[in-house]
C-alpha cells in the first residue's frame, strides 16, 4: 500500500495556508502531460508501436479537455493504453476525510460536506488519494444497471428517516464515486442503449438523475471508453448522442512492423524458458501472416495475445524437453514451433467454409514464418555446404527427446556452423541448446526451400537427402 506522506497538510486550512489551489482533473492531466513533454520524458510506459499514430492523437484530446472513446478490434492494448492514463495524474491528491465522494477540501460539493465545511472552517479534516485510487474500471455488461453506475435510493438511509426528496439518501454508483477521477467503461458498446443515455447529462450538463429528481453534482470526471467497430460487434451499439459527447474518437491498431511485434512479446509473455530473437520473430510473422489471411476472419481480429501465448507455449514446449533430457538451460528450438497451431487453434475465427482445415492452414502460414526469418536471417549466407553434409549421410534427428548437443554431435565441424550462430545472435561459447536451435532453422530453411527432406513422427524429426 502507498503511505501517505506525513509532511502533508492535515486540514483545511493548512491547505489553503500552503497555497493549494482545486484543479479539474481535465485541467491536471493537461498540466501534468505538458510538463512530461516539455521534460522529454516518456508519459506512456509500456506501450509499444503507437508512438507516431495513437499517442500524438492520444495527447491531442487529452490536452484539449476532451472525453476519449478507443476504437479498435481485440487485442490492440487499448485497456493496457488507458490505464496509464493514472501516471498523469498527481501522485496524492487531498480530499475531505469521511465524505462519501472524493471532494476537495476547498470545493466541497455533496449537501453533508457543504454542511460540515461550514461547521468545522479550517478545521475540516484532510486525507490524501493516491493516484492508483482515482482510476476506476468497468466492464460494461448488459446487466449493468443505472443504479450501478449513476446511484439508486439507499433504503437503508430510508428506513432512518429521511424523506425520499433528500439528496442524502442517494447511494452513488461507480462515476460520482470517481469524481476528481478517470472513469474507463471497456466494452462500451456491450452497455443496454437505456443504459448509455444515463450517461449523457454526466458527461455534458455533469449533474446525476436518480429516481425523479435531480441532484445538480458538479461531477469532475474524465469518462474514457473503449469499444469494437460497429461492424464486427453484434452485441450493441454507442448511441448517437453519446458518441456526439466524446470530444475524441481514437483508431487503435495493431504493430506496424515486426520489430513493434516482436517488443510486444517481449514485454507482455511470462516465459519460462528461454526463447531466442529468431523464434520470436517467427511468431511475430506468423501473426501478420494470419491478419493477413483470406481464411482469418479479420472482422474479429488476431489478438496481439496470441503472439503472447504462442511464445510462451514455445516456452513451455523447451521447458518440457529440457525436463526429460536434462538438458540445461532450456532453450527453445524451431521443433517447439510445432505445438502452436494445435494449442491456439480456437483463439482465431475462420471464415465459413475452412471447418476441418483450421489446423493446415495454421501450420502453412508457420511454414511461411519461418522461411521469411530464415531469409531475413541467413542473407547472403550460402547454406549448401550444410545441406551436402546432410546429404551425404550425416542425418540430423531433432525432437522432444533430443538435447541440443546431440543435434550438433550429428553433423561435422563446418565453418558455415559458425555463421549461422552469428546470424541468429549466438556467440560459439555459449550452451549447446543455443547453437542447436540455430542450426535447426537453418536445417528448416533448407528443407523449406527444397534442398533438403524432412521425416517426421509423433516425437522425432529426422532431416535427411
Known amino acids: 500500500m502507498n503511505e501517505v506522506p506525513a509532511n502533508l497538510p492535515r486540514t483545511a486550512g493548512d491547505l489553503r495556508a500552503a497555497g493549494h489551489l482545486p484543479r479539474s482533473i481535465k485541467q491536471e492531466l493537461h498540466d501534468n502531460l505538458l510538463a512530461k513533454l516539455r521534460a522529454g520524458e516518456d508519459a506512456w510506459p509500456g506501450i509499444v508501436g503507437f508512438s507516431r499514430t495513437v499517442l500524438p492523437q492520444l495527447e491531442r484530446a487529452l490536452l484539449a479537455g476532451h472525453d476519449v472513446v478507443l476504437l479498435g478490434e481485440r487485442g490492440q492494448g487499448k485497456t493496457r493504453l488507458l490505464r496509464t492514463l493514472a501516471g498523469l495524474l498527481d501522485e496524492w491528491t ?12 476547498l470545493d466541497p460539493i455533496t449537501p453533508e460536506s457543504r454542511r460540515r465545511a461550514a461547521e468545522l472552517g479550517d478545521a475540516l ?79 455534458e450538463e455533469r449533474d446525476i438523475q436518480v429516481r425523479g429528481y435531480t441532484l445538480r453534482l458538479p461531477l469532475d470526471v474524465l469518462l474514457v471508453s473503449t469499444a469494437n467497430p460497429e461492424d464486427y460487434t453484434n452485441r450493441g451499439r454507442i448511441i448517437t448522442p453519446l458518441k ?31 526463447v531466442g530473437e529468431p523464434l520470436l520473430e517467427v511468431l511475430a510473422r506468423f501473426v501478420r501472416n494470419l491478419r493477413e489471411s483470406p481464411v ?8 496481439a495475445r496470441f503472439a503472447v501465448a504462442a511464445a510462451e507455449t514455445v516456452g513451455a514446449a523447451a521447458l ?12 527453445a528450438r524451431p521443433v517447439d514451433l510445432g505445438a502452436v497451431p494445435a494449442v491456439l487453434r480456437g483463439k482465431l475465427e475462420f471464415e465459413p467454409g475452412e471447418e476441418g482445415r483450421e489446423t493446415e492452414h495454421l501450420v502453412h502460414l508457420l511454414r511461411r514464418a519461418v522461411a521469411e526469418t530464415a531469409r531475413s536471417r541467413f542473407a547472403g549466407l550460402d547454406l549448401l555446404p550444410l545441406a551436402d553434409a546432410v546429404e551425404s549421410g550425416h542425418l540430423v534427428a531433432t525432437g522432444e527427446r533430443v538435447p541440443g548437443k546431440d543435434v550438433l554431435a550429428a553433423l561435422p565441424e563446418l565453418p558455415v556452423l559458425h555463421d549461422v550462430a552469428a546470424r541468429a545472435g549466438v556467440a560459439p561459447d555459449e550452451p549447446a541448446g543455443r547453437i542447436a536451435a540455430a542450426v535447426e532453422l537453418a536445417l528448416e530453411s533448407l528443407f523449406l526451400s527444397r534442398k533438403l527432406a524432412k521425416d517426421s513422427d509423433d516425437s522425432t524429426t529426422v532431416y535427411g537427402r
Open 244 to 274: 456526439d459527447r466524446f470530444g475524441a474518437e481514437i483508431r487503435t491498431h495493431y504493430p506496424l512492423d515486426v520489430d513493434a511485434e516482436i517488443a510486444v512479446v517481449r514485454q507482455e509473455a511470462h516465459l519460462v524458458a528461454e
Open 125 to 203: 479534516p484532510v486525507t490524501w488519494r493516491h493516484r492508483d485510487e482515482r482510476y476506476t474500471e468497468k466492464l460494461a455488461t448488459p446487466d449493468t444497471s443505472v443504479g450501478d453506475l449513476i446511484g439508486d435510493v439507499d433504503p437503508v438511509k430510508v428506513a432512518e428517516g429521511r424523506s425520499l426528496g433528500d439528496p442524502e439518501t442517494i447511494h452513488f454508483g461507480l462515476v460520482p464515486r470517481a469524481h476528481r477521477g478517470i472513469v474507463a467503461i471497456n466494452e462500451l458498446p456491450d452497455l443496454a442503449e437505456r443504459i448509455q443515455v444515463a450517461l449523457l447529462n454526466v458527461m
Open 296 to 303: 482469418i476472419d479479420q472482422r474479429s481480429g488476431v489478438s
Open 320 to 331: 518440457r524437453r529440457s525436463a526429460l533430457t536434462g538438458e540445461e538451460p532450456a532453450v
Open 94 to 105: 487531498p480530499v475531505i476525510e469521511g465524505a462519501e465522494l472524493a471532494e476537495h477540501p
